[in-house]
């Protein structure tokens, strides 16, 4: 486990990113870009972005010992030359939600909702890390960033609809959902 | 639940809280300082400190539903006229710790450590408030703030040094204990 790292994902005119789409799936959207350029480091220079989110990695907050070994020998790194598709999905939880108790959230989570087991099943063509940032008062609590081959397009898809539908997700009040081809 | 709260200690000549010592338990110690003042807010000013710490609140991360309603029944807020002594503790956890899955950081905290079972055991008496600071870059992970009346003092020494017997304290690599008495 590194340390945690400070990530900003900075929207503009330029970056090694280009947007393909910004679409609200719940709650306000987000301004339109053509470009991403993504910065790790505290208090990094996000150079000309007209806005930007960030995010910082972190521990597992929910998943077991047994998991975690799952997913280290599955999982695949970032920045592979064939996931030449992106998709940054930023969300926020209900207020509820971080009041409940740290079994009620896991048994949502994955009891019902399987997240963590769906997320396996996906392994490795789709790669993905997870900043945080509602302690640092950012507007979502949330940054997933993924990706994938453009073989896996459709599959991929049937992985965020099928998220979509189970209990956690009705704990979720604000999801943007924005898609990325490598430039 | 609030959203989170940017806290600042921040250590000099001045603020409402006389430093009675600063002693290192293990690992590099702290600056001397002669006041605390603690400051809420993100990017707040510290005014003429001569050095801070910064941590920000959370949600519960191994608290259950059942220990929280027993928690949230027993404890009193923070600033009671009577609570005139005040402890900061700054800890920081190996790094194998946080590699540990959330399944086995609950068992050595709670099973084996029984660290919320103690706590429960000092309320209403001993008042305190956990920030998390790992992901704010900061040298420490925790600083937990704790208030208590004097008459109390030596029933919350037992707390500290039963709790630095515990299984779980094999996982701190460092830690301060920096105590006060309000101004």
Redesign the interface.
């Known amino acids: 486990?590194r340390?945690?790292v400070?990530v900003s994902f900075a929207f503009g005119s330029s970056g090694e990113w280009i947007v393909d789409s910004i679409r609200s799936v719940v709650g306000a959207g987000l301004p339109s870009a053509s470009r991403l350029s993504i910065h790790e480091g505290?208090d990094c220079d996000v150079g000309d972005a007209d806005w930007w989110l960030r995010g910082?990695t972190?521990?597992?907050?929910?998943?077991?010992?047994?998991?975690?070994h799952l997913l280290a020998a599955r999982q695949e790194g970032l920045g592979r030359a064939e996931a030449t598709r992106a998709a940054l999905i930023p969300i926020r939880k209900t207020?509820i939600w971080?009041?409940?108790?740290?079994?009620?959230r896991?048994a949502i989570m994955e009891d019902q909702s399987r997240h963590i087991s769906l997320g396996l099943e996906h392994l490795p063509d789709v790669a993905r890390r997870v900043h945080?940032c509602?302690?640092?008062?950012e507007p979502f609590d949330f940054l997933t960033w993924f990706e994938y081959p453009s073989s896996y397009s459709d599959r991929f898809e049937e992985l965020v609809r099928i998220l979509r539908r189970t209990p956690e997700w009705r704990h979720v009040d604000r999801e943007i959902d924005i898609r990325l081809t490598r430039a």
Chains 1, 2 share one sequence.
């Open positions: 486990m340390r945690p400070h505290l910082v972190s521990h597992a907050h929910y998943a077991t010992r047994k998991e975690l207020e971080w009041t409940l108790g740290q079994d009620q896991r945080h509602r302690e640092l008062a």
